[in-house]
């Protein structure tokens, strides 16, 4: 399974730049290739943390306990220091740690930039990322109800074609985020449908 995520963003990468002007039509308005092959990398991304009928992700290995749920895509390619001990390493009588990595490799590297609202949140400078089709890393935001993560609204975040992250870690549900707050981000919310 792994495998195959691999090869798909690889073919991702390299046929994205020949079909990136290409528009498709969808929900309303025209979609670019970049769009559609950032949406599929990010779906990519949640099979690797949430898990498929096939394949177990990070978070169905760490016993879906709230505490464990990745703080960065980081963690689908290295264990997390924050993870309790008996979850650092996969015990294979209880079947649970972590059993990673979730994704083969990363096709780039994060870089803090606040500028662009790329923060420290999402991630440390050289963490292993990656990339949309435009070349900048994927984030996963997790919203914060009164200081508590709220794995509900987990999503993925790309920085859509302009390159700065738009969609406020604050807003919870889709039905929260205008399209203005959303800007030309693109989006994917792990556990919850998203209307827009």
């Known amino acids: 399974m792994l495998l195959v995520v691999a090869i798909l963003i690889v073919l991702a990468a390299l046929i994205i730049p020949l079909l990136g002007n290409l528009r498709f039509s969808g929900a309303g308005r025209n979609r670019t290739a ?52 008996k979850f650092q390493s996969f015990n294979p009588v209880t079947r649970l740690g972590w059993h990673g990595p979730y994704l083969s490799s990363g096709t780039g590297r994060y870089a803090v930039n606040s500028a662009n609202n790329f923060t420290s949140d999402y991630g440390a400078d050289g963490d292993p990322a990656i990339l949309d089709a435009w070349g900048r890393p994927m984030i996963l935001q997790v919203p914060k109800v009164n200081g508590t993560n709220d794995i509900l609204y987990a999503r993925l975040v790309s920085a859509g074609p302009d390159g700065i992250i738009q969609t406020p870690v604050n807003k919870l549900a889709p039905s929260d985020l205008a399209p203005s707050d959303r800007g030309d981000d693109v989006i994917l919310f792990l556990s919850v449908p998203d209307p827009q």
Do not use: M, Y
């Not at 990070?58 to 924050?82: H, I, M, Y």
């Open 34 to 85: 970049q769009e559609i092959a950032t949406a599929a990398t990010l779906g990519a991304v949640r099979d690797a943390i949430l898990g498929t009928p096939a394949q177990p992700g990070l978070w169905q290995d760490l016993g879906e306990q709230p505490g464990c749920f990745p703080k960065t895509v980081a963690d689908l390619f290295r264990a997390s220091t924050n993870l309790p001990a």
